[in-house]
């Protein structure tokens, strides 16, 4: 397929009704109202629904709704929408609905409510932080189809830069052979004995022996641990193999990053990065790769400092773990201030540069 | 009196003939409770129309999920107050099934009104019934939405005053204000001609959204013996004297095209 120059927003609505996205419900709010409008154009053309809900509770259900059908559905919004999405958010884990939830973060401050979740109750997302255009494409693309294979939801953790930028895209499809057919599904009792999709004790036919409620439980708490084990991790890394400082940064933030890295290349400060992709489970052999051979690790997020925490327990006081990020913010609130310059970046790299051991300094 | 296990055990071992009432219609609500009653008509209206095999509900939060494994069909379990909304995206997912939503007082009313407001105005195509009994049953007895003034709950102890706590909603009336929405009634299972008039109304409601003519809602005031403070006997006169004089029992929007569906 050729490619096309298309804005973040569009890139991501067209390859979720490429996937196969036939569902979708959001309700407006900055910066998720351009993929909001780009689904509408796109759903309306595929024979989709795409619901303009009343309220960011109304849209993650209606969602809810239509996943559990069996259809592919996505739902967006932004950081504040994604708090009053919570409490279905955290039930919908827990009655293993497929679906893909996008968010349109303004900054990286949701990074937690995201990835560990905000709601009640033990859940976890799978997590994958675009950093491109492309790489947003792809990742959706790949996000319907994690979906279906671990019946289970899974975010897209996109930003406002990666909204509003224009780049050169191409659609490529997922090989999607080894999907089981949907018999959790509720489709209307044809044929079949009627089955029950809760959140209480997940999916369950009225012809056999109810699950207590506890036994369902202890199952869910498995099966976090088998997600964390079996989805595959993806990593971006760079410069790692000689780095003293290896800087782990995801999502727009990253961007800014392996720029940055690069230039302190260029003034002799070794230092590589670390780009996690999927951000739940994070790519735990890469990071601990990259930290065991360097002297310390920095970790730049736009928030004060969620992702560290991470970090922190993979590395485990192997090396120390910097925190160097900080809230960026400009005159319209979005999260692109000047904490995100060049400039500023390299200044905090060197910074953190100069505590490592003396050998560090090109002596070595 | 109760059931003996014998008797549990010949009900169990019966074949399941395709009814909608399972053969394990076994459930455990209070004495004197009304909403097994609605489930019945439910029931019996939906083998009348032969719906089973597309019908999907999607259940709220509520005593009555207790009375949801008698229904032999597919279900969804909602969260509170918001089944309307699941319901939206299996309707709109598949337009061709039967779509309803069973819901309580303290669900729909309170916690879920302006879901099931939305929907009406959006004129979605699938059915609302609320049993409304006017208590947050399952919590243990504390007001809901619908509490009359002057009624005792365990969170109104010396009842429901309008000054501090508000004034009953009527919904039924509120839904039939909203242009898409084809048939909004309420009954009542407090006596043998409620019954029969309520049994007319689902089915008018069913048949509305079977003709697509828009969205459709039932409330049915159901005795809560238990949350009422009083006998199983004096409930359904407590609900005729008192409860059906503030919440006027009949049709209030009914779509042309349903006028021929006769209700006594």
New interface residues.
């Given amino acids: 397929m050729a490619k096309e120059l298309l804005e973040g927003s569009k890139a991501l609505a067209k390859s979720a009704v490429l996937a196969g996205c036939r569902f979708y419900a959001s309700y407006p709010i900055q910066p998720n109202t351009n993929l909001m409008e780009a689904m509408a154009r796109e759903l309306s053309t595929a024979g989709g629904v795409s619901m303009n809900a009343e309220s960011e509770g109304e849209a993650i259900n209606m969602v809810w709704g239509a996943a559990a059908t069996g259809k592919r559905a996505m739902c967006s919004t932004t950081g504040t929408g994604m708090s009053l999405m919570m409490e279905a958010m955290s039930e919908m884990f827990a009655a293993r609905i497929p679906y893909v939830f996008v968010h349109m973060a303004r900054g990286q401050s949701e990074y937690r409510i995201g990835v560990k979740g905000g709601g009640h109750g033990d859940y976890r997302y799978i997590g994958y932080a675009p950093h491109t255009v492309q790489e947003a494409a792809d990742l959706v693309r790949l996000a319907f189809y994690t979906a279906d294979k671990f019946q289970t939801p899974v975010l897209i953790q996109a930003d406002y830069v990666l909204t509003h930028t224009v780049e050169a895209v191409e659609f490529k499809p997922v090989d999607e052979k080894d999907l089981k057919p949907k018999t959790w599904a509720i489709t209307g009792a044809k044929g079949r004995t009627p089955q029950v999709l809760s959140f209480i004790t997940g999916v369950y036919s009225l012809g056999a022996p109810r699950v207590k409620y506890g036994a369902w439980m202890e199952g869910q708490m498995d099966r976090i641990a088998y997600l964390e084990n079996n989805v595959p991790t993806m990593a971006d890394t760079g410069y790692t193999d000689d780095a003293d400082l290896v800087v782990i940064a995801y999502g727009y933030a990253a961007r800014f990053v392996k720029f940055a890295v690069k230039q302190a290349r260029e003034e002799g400060l070794k230092i590589g990065y670390v780009r996690p992709i999927t951000i739940w489970p994070l790519p735990k052999k890469e990071i601990l790769d990259a930290a065991n051979k360097a002297k310390a690790v920095a970790v730049f997020e736009m928030n004060n400092g969620q992702m560290v925490d991470d970090i922190r327990l993979i590395v485990l006081g192997k090396v120390p773990v910097h925190f160097i990020g900080r809230i960026s913010h400009d005159e319209s609130g979005f999260g692109v201030g000047n904490a995100i310059q060049i400039p500023k970046l390299l200044e905090k790299f060197r910074e953190v540069y100069k505590t490592l051991p003396a050998a560090a300094h090109g002596k070595r | 009196m109760p059931i003996s296990k014998e008797e549990l055990k010949r009900v169990w071992s019966l074949p399941n003939k395709g009814s909608f009432l399972?053969p394990q219609a076994v459930h455990h609500m209070c004495p004197g409770c009304g909403e097994p009653m609605a489930y019945r008509m439910i029931a019996e209206v939906m083998d009348e129309m032969n719906l089973?095999?597309?019908?999907?509900e999607?259940s709220g939060i509520g005593c009555y999920m207790g009375m949801?494994?008698t229904l032999?069909?597919?279900?969804?379990?909602?969260?509170h107050g918001?089944a309307p909304?699941?319901?939206?995206?299996?309707?709109?997912?598949?337009p061709g099934?039967?779509v309803m939503t069973i819901q309580g007082d303290g669900d729909l009313v309170s916690e879920g009104l302006?879901?099931a407001l939305?929907c009406a105005a959006r004129g979605e195509k699938f059915t609302v019934i609320l049993l409304n009994n006017t208590v947050n049953g399952e919590t243990g007895g504390h007001m809901t939405a619908t509490t009359l003034v002057g009624q005792k709950t365990k969170s109104t102890l010396q009842g429901r005053d309008a000054d501090i706590h508000g004034s009953p909603i009527k919904t039924a009336e509120l839904v039939a204000q909203m242009d898409g929405t084809a048939y909004a009634a309420r009954g009542s299972v407090h006596s043998p001609v409620a019954i029969r008039r309520t049994k007319k109304m689902i089915h008018r409601a069913f048949e509305a959204q079977e003709q697509k003519l828009g969205f459709s809602f039932v409330e049915i005031m159901t005795m809560c013996p238990t949350g009422w403070f009083m006998e199983t006997w004096e409930a359904p006169k407590y609900m005729e004297d008192v409860m059906t004089k503030y919440f006027t029992l009949g049709e209030y929007k009914v779509h042309p095209q349903l006028a021929e569906i006769a209700v006594a």
């Fill in positions: 399972q089973r095999e597309r019908t999907i999607v949801d494994p032999n069909i597919d279900r969804i379990n909602a969260l918001r909304s699941v319901a939206t995206g299996v309707k709109r997912m598949l099934h039967f302006s879901e939305h």
